[in-house]
Every structure is written in C-alpha cells, then in structure tokens.
C-alpha cells in the first residue's frame, strides 16, 4: 500500500521557524515529483511548492517564495519543508503530494498521491 505520512506540524508564534517531513512507503518515489499543498479553513487548497525527482528544479507559490524551502533526499524517499519568518496566514493543514505525471508542478490536477495531512498553527 502507497503512503505519504507527513510530520513536524504544530503551533509556533509568529517569525518562528518549522520544518515538515513527508515519509513515502509502499514504492520508491526517487522519479517522481513531490510538492506541499495547503488548505486553511474555509478556503481550497492550494500550491505550496514543489521539486523535480532529481532535485534540480524547485517552484514556489509566491506567497512562500524566499520564507520556504523544499528538498528531498532520495535514498530516504523523504521529502521537506523548511518554513521559516512564519505568520499567522501560513495557518492550514499542509498535505504532501507526489507525481509521476510531470516534472514539476503547480498545481493539483496531475497529483498522484496524497498524504493524510498535518496541521500548522501560527500564533500572533
């Protein structure tokens, strides 16, 4: 069975630092593609960022752009995210996402896989 199990979601204040981890098991995912998505309550889901399965490319919404990084290591079949300068609006439950159907991506129609989800919380 194919698993996307996220971790390292939680509360921290406002300009604080977290780092997300997304666990694949059940294939290898070192060829496909791997993101982060987001949804707060009320509101779709949305683009976080994403990266090639070499690790050579990288995409970002602009909202995150210059506060988080994404990376991966293959050999663990992990993939991160480092979310640093943190505000309240960063607020959602994160979910992890692979794909073998494109290079990269920015959006959620191509997506193959999803995780379960963990919340982040960010005080003011």
């Known amino acids: 069975q194919v698993q996307l199990v996220e971790s390292g979601g939680g509360l921290v204040q406002a300009g604080g630092s977290l780092r997300l981890s997304c666990a694949a098991s059940g294939r290898t995912f070192s060829t496909y593609a791997k993101g982060w998505f987001r949804q707060a309550p009320g509101k779709e889901r949305e683009f976080v960022a994403a990266i090639s399965w070499s690790g050579d490319s990288t995409s970002y919404s602009d909202s995150v752009k210059g506060r988080f990084t994404i990376s991966r290591d293959n050999a663990k079949n992990t993939v991160y995210l480092q979310m640093n300068s943190l505000a309240p609006e960063d607020t959602a439950v994160y979910y992890c996402?692979?794909?073998?159907?494109?290079?990269?991506?920015?959006?959620?129609?191509?997506?193959?896989?999803w995780g379960q989800g963990t919340q982040v919380t960010v005080s003011s």
């Open positions: 996402a692979a794909t073998g159907a494109v290079r990269l991506f920015t959006s959620s129609t191509r997506i193959d896989y």
